[in-house]
């Protein structure tokens, strides 16, 4: 397996053969956001604690506006987006 080229073409091609092989297909943004949802639902609302800072503001950077942006996370792929 080291000698595998991991990225490319010859990779992007074994994926498409794979999944079509076993049924699936390549995840759409569509479906990132109903995973998103059923996270939220069922594993992070059981997964919260709470968070005290050891003083006010301490956990936000000094160069980010309090606006800030909001992520809708890290596995989705999607960007980051203004807060509104």
């Known amino acids: 397996m080291d000698a ?3 990225s490319g073409r010859t ?3 074994h ?3 794979i999944r079509g092989h076993l049924g699936f ?3 759409s943004v569509a479906d990132a956001d109903k995973l998103t949802a059923w996270l939220a639902e069922h594993v992070a609302c059981k997964e919260r604690r709470p ?3 050891p003083y006010p503001g ?3 950077p000094r160069n980010v506006p309090r606006a ?3 992520h809708t996370g890290p596995s989705t792929g999607h ?3 203004p807060a509104g």
Do not use: D, K, T
Request: charged share 40%; hydrophobic share 35%.
């Open 4 to 6: 595998y080229e991991w």
């Open 11 to 13: 990779v992007e091609y």
């Open 15 to 17: 994926r498409a053969q």
């Open 25 to 27: 297909r390549e995840c």
């Open 51 to 53: 968070v005290s800072p």
């Open 58 to 60: 301490a956990l936000r």
């Open 68 to 70: 800030g942006v909001r």
């Open 79 to 81: 960007r980051a987006r």
